[in-house]
């Protein structure tokens, strides 16, 4: 089945070293998302990618950053996690951008925790 | 400053009883909205997608009607089972730049 998968699904990091997240579909979508979701909040688009253009949030820490090296994988890395960065990290795909394309497809999540 | 509101925050209603969930949006100019669930600790699952020229999607148990010039979306999921115990999220996708903003989701408990 066409999918979105994320791993690790548990991810433990130690304050200030980094952590790279990762997320691969095989739906051959153009666009791919990471959201950050904290504890009974709603999702928080961070940034995506449409093919290889980086599109970040105006209020996305310097701190994350991401990587699509081809149309299947994206990385979120995290350059320095604080106690705060400690959520769901979400990854999702939507086939364009164009409004009839761009249902949104998610994978099951990265759950960070920071030490 | 733009805004989806999903009101209430918590609902609790007795198995069978039908669910009706409320989105709200400030914005008519956008190009669909997107019902999910999730359950504790895991993803996403889509429910329905309503474009901006669509009224309404239906799913099985599940209807969701879209009225732009009130800034309103409605999902009803007909006679409520156990397992539809969990958090139902929106997402108002708009145009130009992608703007993708997410409810504060509404947590549904189905009693049995």
């Known amino acids: 089945d066409a999918m979105v998968i994320q791993n690790p699904r548990y991810q433990v990091t130690q304050f200030g070293k980094p952590v790279t997240l990762s997320c691969s579909q095989t739906?051959?979508?153009?666009?791919m998302y990471w959201y950050q979701q904290k504890s009974s909040q709603a999702p928080k688009l961070l940034f995506h990618?449409?093919?290889?253009?980086?599109?970040n949030e105006a209020d996305t820490p310097d701190n994350f950053q991401s990587r699509r090296p081809n149309t299947s994988f994206c990385f979120l890395d995290i350059r320095s996690p604080g106690l705060g960065d400690a959520a769901m990290y979400l990854c999702?795909?939507?086939?364009?951008?164009?409004?009839?394309?761009?249902?949104?497809?998610f994978g099951p999540g990265t759950r960070l925790t920071v030490l | 400053k733009q805004e989806v509101t999903q009101i209430p925050a918590a609902l609790s209603v007795p198995e069978g009883e039908n669910l009706v969930l409320n989105c709200s949006f400030t914005?008519?100019?956008?190009?669909?909205l997107q019902w999910f669930r999730q359950d504790p600790g895991k993803g996403l699952t889509s429910l329905l997608l309503?474009?901006?020229?669509?009224r309404e999607q239906t799913s099985g148990r599940l209807n969701a009607s879209l009225d732009k010039s009130s800034g309103r979306s409605t999902l009803y999921i007909a006679a409520s089972q156990p397992g539809d115990s969990a958090t139902y999220l929106c997402?108002?996708?708009?145009?130009?730049?992608?703007?993708?903003?997410f409810g504060g989701g509404t947590r549904v408990l189905v009693k049995p």
């Open positions: 999702a795909t939507s086939r364009d951008r164009d409004r009839s394309y761009n249902e949104q497809f």
């Open positions: 739906l051959n979508h153009n666009v």
């Open positions: 990618y449409y093919d290889k253009d980086f599109n």
């Open positions: 914005d008519s100019a956008i190009y669909n």
């Open positions: 309503i474009q901006s020229s669509q």
């Open positions: 997402l108002e996708v708009k145009a130009a730049g992608n703007k993708l903003t």
